[in-house]
């Protein structure tokens, strides 16, 4: 099928594909960094996109205990159900794939 | 976009479209609609074993012998015959063809259960990556045992359970685990999870969910004994500073604090009141004053959820007095009764009482589920039985309950109410019609922690309509049909069990079971009248 090597492909930037591994199989597949195309959508620099290990049943079970254990503040301080839900959900994003 | 049944032209469409993203599995799959076992061989001679299922990649036929002491593991094949005629499709089968053999190749006979042992017919785990197979030989039960070295009155015991390791190519036992005068619920693979290479034994006499591994050479590896003793070396720890152990009663307060001289495990054993105080003083001259460490990891889980309820101290205590110390007794009185891996460090046990973990049917007594992670021996959730948040997270997440294995990502494609939303729309109309919620949360959660490969693995079944495959069933005179569950909602085929001209004393109790094949369009009925009689066995497949 030729070579799947990706590194030795044209594209805009030729840093994009630079930190790649030439087909080693120990080496993960997957880029470790990632370069933006444009400056709108620059990560932080010390940006480090891993998984996460517990899926997300046991997620929940996490977080609906550390919301009973925590101590419970006077009740402005309370934040909303929803802004609570949204929490996780911006964890989410920064841990999404980059885009291909 | 019309899909056609055909399956010349669902082929043509195969060579010619790439499915739609995401379905080329099931579009695969919908080509069992068109190869089914229509074709029966009626009572076919074969050898007097009691059959009990494929295996999930469908390379093995485990039976066992009718005295319950062999393993008998058979290769599933397929008729191999060549016909010189030119009308072939109308032919009558060769009397060869007709033989139990031309079906299956017997691999090996291993004796499992030696003189006054019996293996446990309903026990059969499957590791799939390895082929190795797990069974348990077992002695007679014990009713009313004393309760004796730290088991639970009331739990039966059995003097010797074993399991075996074997691997299924050869028939080689690999390894073997003894449990001594103990009690596991063997039945159906209720007392034992697998889960890729980790095993979780839960030993109801004695209280400890043991956790062992299987390693790729054979072996059965002991992980952990979580029970009386959480981390491994909990053991070495209490014991060796018993002597640093010291009561502080202090009246004016209400907790009675047990500590050790290192701040590690400090546990707070609470008391009502100054007359129940005296009941827990005389506990230091038992010879175990600590509760075992799981029901201590429980019970301070509980605490900690309802003092945090309460902003106000006396409000605190209040609410502490009402939930909690009114019903210690029975918090502490809780025993595990089933357990099932959510993932490789997680644990989803089942608590009741030692009266509904023996009985039958377990669905009057009272239930609690707790969430454990084994790494840091810390309980994560604790819900009762007809917890709604419980039932809410069931609703959304029950394909994580089933946890999925690396090996067969055949549970990927299963639809449940969390991935398909017809089913979530049948989930939801009859949780509107339910007369009670807290019922109908009970009806639902009662299956938790699942048995372990309880989804029985056939492409066949998944297409058609079929009840209760693999349990036994009282079988009538019908044959069963099978309709396709997509419109249009035809007959596709009939599997008739017992003689082919049917049952003429219908007096007597019949019962019938079906083994499917995982693969191909297989299947074996059994049908059995009273235990001495030889059973009837069918084969039904796709000519």
Redesign the interface.
Known sequence: MGSWDVGIWPSFDPHNFSQLRPNDPSAPSTPITYHPTHDRTLPPPDQVISSEAKNILLRQFYQRGDEKLRPKRAAPENLSPEQECKHPRASFASSSEPPK | MFTTHNITSRLFERQIRTPPPGTSIHRARRFYENIVPATTIYEVECPDNSFRKFTEDGKYLISFSRNHQDLIVYRPTWLSFSCKHEDCDNQDLPPKAKKFESFFTQLYSVPLASANELICKDFFLYAESNQFGLFATSTAQIYDAPATGGAIQGVPSIEKITFHLLRLEDGVVLDERVFCNDYINLAHSMGVFLFDDLLAIVSLRYQRIHILQIRDSGSLVDLRAIGEFCREDDELFLNSSAQASTYIYTSDKTFLVISSADKRAPQHMPANNAANGSHLEQQPAQENPFLSGIKQRLLSFIV??IQ??E?DETMRIQSLKKKFYFHFQDYVDLIIWKVQF??RH?LLIKFGSVDGAVSRNADNHPAFFA?YNMESTEI??FYQMSSD?LYL?FEQ?CD??HVPSKSSPYMNFISSHSNNIHALEQLRSSKNKATSFPLFIKKVLVSLPFNCQFIYKCYIICLQLISAADRHRQSTDHPIKFILRRPPHTLKFKIKPGPEAGITDCRTKRISSFLFHPILPLALSVQQTLFLQPAVVNIHFRR
């Open positions: 900690r959820g945090n309820e902003k959510l993932d997680h969430v994560i959730a948040e997270l997440f994580h309950f």
